[in-house]
């Protein structure tokens, strides 16, 4: 499903399709195309489960969404060669490598 995700996050969340074509997520529920009407009725649902990003942006313009862009997607991060041995303070000794982040009360897990 990353083909999904992606289409989630840099096109219906960047408004490629104005505010009209919205994404509601459901913890554990599987990705669906669900249509209403302007009473709020639903009209359809449609797995997209397993489609291609490009795939997913033809099914939504063939339901009658207008591409009104195309988002830039965010630029990967900067490669970023680590050093080999740790970084030393002023006075040329190595740091301390028991506590290598320090003292910290919160760690975020993900």
């Known amino acids: 499903m990353p083909e999904v995700k992606r ?5 219906v969340l960047k408004r490629e399709y104005g505010d009209r074509l919205t994404v509601n997520f459901i913890p554990g529920a599987p990705p669906e195309l669900v249509l209403f009407d302007a009473a709020g009725l639903e ?3 449609e797995s997209v489960r ?4 490009d795939e997913l942006h033809e099914l939504v313009q063939e339901r009658g969404f207008a591409r009104l862009f195309v ?4 630029p990967p991060p900067p490669a970023y060669d680590y050093p080999d041995e740790p970084y030393a303070e002023e006075d040329g000794a190595a740091l301390d490598e ?6 910290a ?3 975020l897990e993900l």
């Open 7 to 11: 289409f989630f996050f840099d096109s």
């Open 43 to 45: 009209l359809s649902r």
């Open 50 to 53: 397993g489609k291609s990003f």
């Open 71 to 74: 988002a830039e997607a965010a």
């Open 98 to 103: 028991s506590e290598p982040y320090g003292e």
């Open 105 to 107: 009360e919160e760690h």
